[in-house]
């Protein structure tokens, strides 16, 4: 683990914790408010992605897929996320969403053999756990269904993001998954009622919330294993609950903010590990 990587995600972390609110004060329809969201933000991620690097590398695909099923799964988790927070209060749907990461170490350690050591499987179950008291035994209603899918996708979004940066530079595959999710979400203008209000709140979430943040996440994967980076996001959880608590008066309950606990546990347990192995290597060099 690199400290570049561990600030990187911090950030991301950080900023995405508000991320809610900004869908939530739009008052646009989630898919609609996906599209503005990443049609404002794919200038400046295009912008990063040739000056990093270069106009003919940006079009150099092969190999393709990883590309398109990321950015796919980055339209799709966004639009069931954002339908969640409509529909239930912040803290259900970020605590079950946070099944995502999850998901993406375990196809991470099946696809790509990423070793699963002992801390490493302690942090997965304190994180399921967590996400199971939080929703109270994953009660399944319209919410949390939504929610729930939000998190099957948001695992699958990982798992691509980790392929494609095997073979791309992470802000070339941030730039294509932004683009291709214009295209995902470009139908919902046409099937949903809607009336273009929020527009600074759209374009804060598009330049900030997505081109920023979308660049110190798949940036902090060229540093750090997609198992770190995935449990170390559940800081989220965190910065969501507060601000929902402090803006939107959604008082969690006493099973979420136990089931957050769970959550940041398993996020500072394998933050711990990496340190000291990192730690360790640089005694014995």
């Given at each position: 683990m690199k400290v570049k990587g561990l600030l990187e995600m911090l950030g991301a972390t950080s900023i995405w914790g508000s991320v809610p609110l900004m869908g939530i004060w739009s008052g646009l329809p989630s898919g609609v408010f996906v599209f503005f969201r990443v049609l404002f933000a794919f200038p400046f991620v295009f912008y990063f992605a040739v000056k990093k690097d270069s106009l003919k590398s940006f079009f150099s695909l092969k190999p393709f897929w990883p590309l398109l099923l990321s950015g796919v799964m980055l339209g799709v988790n966004w639009i069931f996320f954002f339908w969640a927070v409509k529909?239930?209060?912040?803290?259900?749907?970020?605590?079950i969403y946070y099944a995502g990461p999850v998901i993406s170490i375990l196809l991470a350690a099946l696809f790509l053999k990423e070793k699963m050591n002992v801390f490493t499987v302690l942090s997965i179950f304190l994180a399921f756990a967590g996400v199971a008291v939080s929703s109270g035994g994953f009660n399944i209603d319209k919410g949390a269904l939504i929610a729930l899918l939000a998190a099957v996708s948001?695992?699958?979004?990982?798992?691509?993001?980790?392929?494609?940066?095997?073979?791309?530079?992470?802000?070339?595959?941030?730039?294509?998954?932004v683009l291709i999710s214009i295209f995902i979400t470009l139908p919902f203008l046409f099937l949903a009622d809607w009336h273009f209000t929020g527009f600074l709140v759209t374009l804060f979430a598009g330049v900030v919330h997505t081109a920023l943040a979308l660049f110190l996440w798949y940036d902090s994967l060229n540093y750090i294993k997609v198992s770190f980076a995935s449990i170390l996001q559940y800081l989220d959880i965190v910065f969501a609950v507060i601000l929902a608590y402090i803006f939107l008066s959604q008082v969690?309950?006493?099973?979420?903010?136990?089931?957050?606990?769970?959550?940041?546990?398993?996020?500072?347990?394998i933050s711990l590990k990496e340190v000291n192995v990192e730690v360790r290597k640089r005694k014995t060099a």
């Open positions: 529909v239930t209060d912040v803290a259900t749907v970020v605590t948001y695992g699958l979004l990982g798992f691509f993001s980790k392929v494609s940066t095997i073979h791309h530079k992470a802000v070339t595959v941030t730039a294509w998954q969690p309950t006493e099973r979420q903010i136990l089931g957050a606990v769970l959550i940041v546990s398993a996020g500072v347990l």
